[in-house]
Every structure is written in C-alpha cells, then in structure tokens.
C-alpha cells in the first residue's frame, strides 16, 4: 500500500530547513566542529523559583489528570503581566486564551477563521508557520514586502483593492523573526485604522516582546486604541523565561476571535500539564528583574557579533530587538550557497534568508544563541572563510 501526504501537507516548503539540518549532519560526521546559529531555541534557563514550582506541584498526584485548558491562576498572571509590563487591561476571562506556545495558536487559528479562497496577508519576510498555517487552511497568502528602505514596515496602500475585498485576515510582527525591526504607535494605529475599513482581523506576534534592546519602548499592538476590537495578540513564555520545551503560551485581545480558536481547541487538546501552568504563573508574577538581566546579556553577545563581523570587513545592522541577527549577504552569494558553504568551511550554521520568504533571498538569519566567546570565535572564523572566498562584502 502507498500512504501519500495530503495535497495541502504536500504544498508546505520545508525544504530548506531539512536541506540545512542534511548539512550540519555531514559536517559533523566529518568531524567539523559547529558552531550553531542556526535555531531559536534559547540556552539560557529559566529561575531556580519557576523551576522550584515545576518540581513541586509535580510532586502532587492529584495533578496528573487532563486540565482540559488554561486554570483561572495562568489568566490572571497574564493580565497581571500585560498591566505591569505594556500598560494593557485585560479581562481574565475572555481576552486570555492559553496556548500549547504561541505556535499552537498560530498554527490553528487559520483553520479557526479562513475558507477557502479567503486571503490572509503574510509579511515576506515572515516567520515560516504564518504562511503554512493559511496554505494547511486552503486560504490563500498574500505576501506584504517587508524592505529595508522602508523600516521593514507593509506599505498597506499598495495592496490591491480586489485583495482586500476577499481578506479575512492580516499578520504582523514586530519585533520578529527573521526581521528584527520594531513598528512605532503610529504605523499601529495605521493598521487598526486599515483593518476596520476593510474588515480585517489583525494578529500581531509579540513573542519576542521581552528581548527589546538600546531601551526602546516595547509596544504592545494591544495598548493602541480600537486594538482589542479588530485584533488579537499572540505571546509566549518559551524566549521571555527560557521556557521553549515547557510548551506554554497564548493569545490576548479580541474575545470572539479567542472563543473561536478555544472552540477549536476544544476537538483537537486537553490543556497543559498543570505543574506547567504552575511555573508560568509563578514567572508572569515574579519581579521580573531577570528579563532586565536577559536584555543585558543579549545585548552584549549582539554586540560582540556585530563588532566581530565589522572586523572581517561585513557591516551588518544592529538588532534593535529579537534573539537574531538578520544580515545582509555579500555579493556574489545566493543565501544558501553562502550558508551551506559557510558550514562546509568555517563550521558556523546560519539560516539562508530564503526559507522565510521570495524576500529573504540576500540574507542570513544568525541566531545569538551562543556565549559571548562563542559568538566571537563565529566572527573571526567567517571572517576568514570571508579572506579565503576573496569576498568583500557590501
Ligand atoms: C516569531 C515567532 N513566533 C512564534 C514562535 C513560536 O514560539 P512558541 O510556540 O515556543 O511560543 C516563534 C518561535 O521561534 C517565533 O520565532
């Protein structure tokens, strides 16, 4: 018998990261030594006190059964971190819905809200679920130009009329992944001005919300006036606590929009292993002094990149925000023939900047995901690899 994957599982790309994922293993049963920075995943931990009530309520029995969704305790902790931290009130109670990470809303909420033949507008570059998500749905993407001249933010008048008139829904992200720039309070009352006269939901990602860098102001989409009303917030505690493999996150804002994805839900988990909400809670309501900290040490090992790839003669632009670095190649190269060579030859992964959109092509994705020490030896070996591809970069 032939098993074949759906015609619409078939349509995903997901070649690259395969084909990348195909070069680190060779290199490494080559013997090359890696230095990876290539996943988001981060390395650093979470406090002893989120990990001290993890293993506690582990230790009550009771706790083993199905929570079925999100305990009052985790909405409230997340009211209480969107008051402290953005200046945003959230009722508890239904502009909270707690998500397996941000990707399980992501990834769902298409199937929750598009028919087929419905648009979703998608920024190219774009994190990769964004447009899966539509494709798995049957809708249909179309793609916003994030260009640098015009500080990676949509153009939304540029989009065609007869798009607008079969779209259902519009991502941003800001800052994101792999474009680290951030949008101001005016290009985000822009966009709730653009969805209400057209009629579109807004989903803003903020998972990367706690890794705002140089003390810029961390804009929640939800504190514009008229946000709650058109749109929906995703966040996470995987980056802000260093909680990725714990699976907890979940959306904010617009309460019919959150019951429909709950509704969905509803057919397809049985909520989060309750000690798991537990060390959530406890890190939405702690003092937050860490995310202080966190900010510190990105900063400092973007920096130490940065200024370690100036010295190979590679000027790239500084991250104002995110756990990347989104650079610009130098010419000569496609994104893939410079990170797949950049493996073979300096032991460093980075991500072709294809595998995030058409508009990626041109860049690298680097991940700051590695030591100070670490991130300055990747420097000096691209820097070589750089002298020996007689490369002189933009
Ligand atoms: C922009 C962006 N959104 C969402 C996610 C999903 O994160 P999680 O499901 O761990 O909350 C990621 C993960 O890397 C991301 O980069």
Same mark, same amino acid.
């Given at each position: 018998?032939?098993?074949?994957?759906?015609?619409?599982?078939?349509?995903?790309?997901?070649?690259?990261?395969?084909?990348?994922?195909?070069?680190?293993?060779?290199?490494?049963?080559?013997?090359?030594?890696?230095?990876?920075?290539?996943?988001?995943?981060?390395?650093?931990?979470?406090?002893?006190?989120?990990?001290?009530?993890?293993?506690?309520?582990?230790?009550?029995?009771?706790?083993?059964?199905?929570?079925?969704?999100?305990?009052?305790?985790?909405?409230?902790?997340?009211?209480?971190?969107?008051?402290?931290?953005?200046?945003?009130?959230?009722?508890?109670?239904?502009?909270?819905?707690?998500?397996?990470?941000?990707?399980?809303?992501?990834?769902?909420?298409?199937?929750?809200?598009?028919?087929?033949?419905?648009?979703?507008?998608?920024?190219?570059?774009?994190?990769?679920?964004?447009?899966?998500?539509?494709?798995?749905?049957?809708?249909?993407?179309?793609?916003?130009?994030?260009?640098?001249?015009?500080?990676?933010?949509?153009?939304?008048?540029?989009?065609? %009329?007869? &798009? +607008?008139?079969?779209? #259902?829904?519009? !991502?941003?992200?800001?800052?994101?992944? /792999?474009?680290?720039?951030? *949008?101001?309070?005016?290009?985000?009352?822009?966009?709730?001005?653009?969805?209400?006269?057209?009629?579109?939901?807004?989903?803003?990602?903020?998972?990367?919300?706690?890794?705002?860098?140089?003390?810029?102001?961390?804009?929640?989409?939800?504190?514009?006036?008229?946000?709650?009303?058109?749109?929906?917030?995703?966040?996470?505690?995987?980056?802000?606590?260093?909680?990725?493999?714990?699976?907890?996150?979940?959306?904010?804002?617009?309460?019919?929009? %959150?019951? &429909? +994805?709950?509704?969905? #839900?509803?057919? !397809?988990?049985?909520?989060?292993?309750? /000690?798991?909400?537990?060390? *959530?809670?406890?890190?939405?309501?702690?003092?937050?002094?860490?995310?202080?900290?966190?900010?510190?040490?990105?900063?400092?090992?973007?920096?130490?990149?940065?200024?370690?790839?100036?010295?190979?003669?590679?000027?790239?632009?500084?991250?104002?925000?995110?756990?990347?670095?989104?650079?610009?190649?130098?010419?000569?190269?496609?994104?893939?023939?410079?990170?797949?060579?950049?493996?073979?030859?300096?032991?460093?992964?980075?991500?072709?900047?294809?595998?995030?959109?058409?508009?990626?092509?041109?860049?690298?994705?680097?991940?700051?995901?590695?030591?100070?020490?670490?991130?300055?030896?990747?420097?000096?070996?691209?820097?070589?690899?750089?002298?020996?591809?007689?490369?002189?970069?933009?």
């Amino acid at each position: 018998m032939k098993i074949a994957a759906s015609e619409r599982l078939k349509k995903l790309t997901t070649g690259i990261f395969t084909e990348l994922a195909n070069k680190k293993r060779d290199a490494i049963n080559k013997g090359i030594d890696i230095i990876d920075l290539s996943v988001g995943s981060p390395d650093m931990t979470p406090s002893a006190y989120v990990v001290d009530a993890l293993v506690e309520h582990s230790k009550d029995l009771t706790k083993y059964g199905y929570t079925l969704k999100g305990i009052d305790e985790f909405n409230e902790a997340v009211a209480h971190f969107y008051k402290k931290r953005y200046e945003v009130e959230l009722n508890p109670h239904d502009e909270v819905l707690q998500l397996m990470g941000s990707q399980d809303g992501l990834s769902h909420l298409a199937t929750a809200i598009v028919n087929p033949g419905e648009y979703v507008l998608v920024p190219d570059p774009g994190y990769p679920i964004y447009e899966a998500s539509v494709t798995l749905a049957g809708g249909n993407v179309y793609p916003m130009p994030l260009l640098e001249e015009n500080g990676y933010l949509p153009k939304l008048d540029e989009i065609p %009329l007869e &798009i +607008l008139q079969k779209t #259902k829904m519009m !991502i941003i992200s800001y800052p994101g992944n /792999p474009v680290t720039a951030l *949008a101001n309070v005016s290009f985000f009352e822009e966009v709730v001005t653009f969805a209400r006269k057209n009629n579109i939901l807004v989903v803003h990602d903020f998972a990367y919300s706690e890794l705002i860098f140089d003390s810029h102001p961390q804009i929640s989409f939800m504190s514009v006036p008229g946000a709650k009303e058109v749109g929906i917030e995703f966040n996470s505690l995987s980056k802000t606590f260093n909680m990725a493999g714990c699976r907890i996150g979940y959306v904010v804002g617009n309460p019919e929009t %959150l019951s &429909i +994805l709950a509704a969905l #839900k509803s057919h !397809i988990d049985y909520g989060i292993f309750y /000690p798991i909400q537990m060390a *959530a809670v406890t890190a939405l309501t702690s003092d937050y002094s860490v995310l202080d900290e966190q900010v510190i040490e990105y900063e400092t090992r973007r920096d130490v990149l940065i200024s370690g790839l100036a010295q190979a003669g590679w000027q790239v632009a500084k991250s104002p925000a995110t756990m990347f670095v989104w650079a610009k190649i130098p010419s000569g190269w496609t994104s893939r023939e410079f990170a797949f060579t950049l493996i073979e030859e300096a032991g460093v992964a980075v991500v072709p900047g294809d595998a995030f959109g058409k508009l990626g092509e041109g860049y690298v994705r680097m991940a700051l995901v590695q030591s100070s020490e670490k991130l300055a030896e990747a420097a000096k070996r691209i820097e070589q690899f750089l002298r020996k591809n007689n490369q002189k970069p933009k």
